[in-house]
Nanobody, 125 residues
Framework: QVQLVESGGGSVQAGGSLRLSCAAS????????MGWFRQAPGKERDFVSVISWNGARTDYADDVKGRFTISRDNAKNTVYLQMNSLKPEDTAVYYCAAKYGRTLLTRDVPDFGSWGQGTQVTVSS
């Protein structure tokens, strides 16, 4: 079965950086677009970023554009999220997700069929 395992979360001060990783197994990684989402306490799970199967196309939520960078290494079955200039409002559990297909990119949670367990990111002011 598909397994997604996030790592790299932690606590950082505002202005700092973190790099999240998501290692995928049980799937043909290059057939999937990969996304990052986040969920703060008491809030819905929100879109952060998505990358196409070959890395050629990316999309970002407005509030992370210019600060976060998504990338992938298909040889390692891994997707990354480089987060710079972190703000307290970035505090959340960050989830990696996989969507089968090489066509359209999507921001919608229901379109992603597989999810990781999440990794906590805490940004203090």
């Amino acid at each position: 079965q598909v397994q997604l395992v996030e790592s790299g979360g932690g606590s950082v001060q505002a202005g700092g950086s973190l790099r999240l990783s998501c290692a995928a197994s049980g799937l043909t990684f290059s057939m999937y677009s990969m996304g990052w989402f986040r969920q703060a306490p008491g809030k819905e799970r929100d879109f952060v970023s998505v990358i196409s199967w070959n890395g050629a196309r990316t999309d970002y939520a407005d509030d992370v554009k210019g600060r976060f960078t998504i990338s992938r290494d298909n040889a390692k079955n891994t997707v990354y999220l480089q987060m710079n200039s972190l703000k307290p409002e970035d505090t959340a559990v960050y989830y990696c997700a996989a969507k089968y297909g090489r066509t359209l990119l999507t921001r919608d949670v229901p379109d992603f069929g597989s999810w990781g367990q999440g990794t906590q990111v805490t940004v203090s002011s």
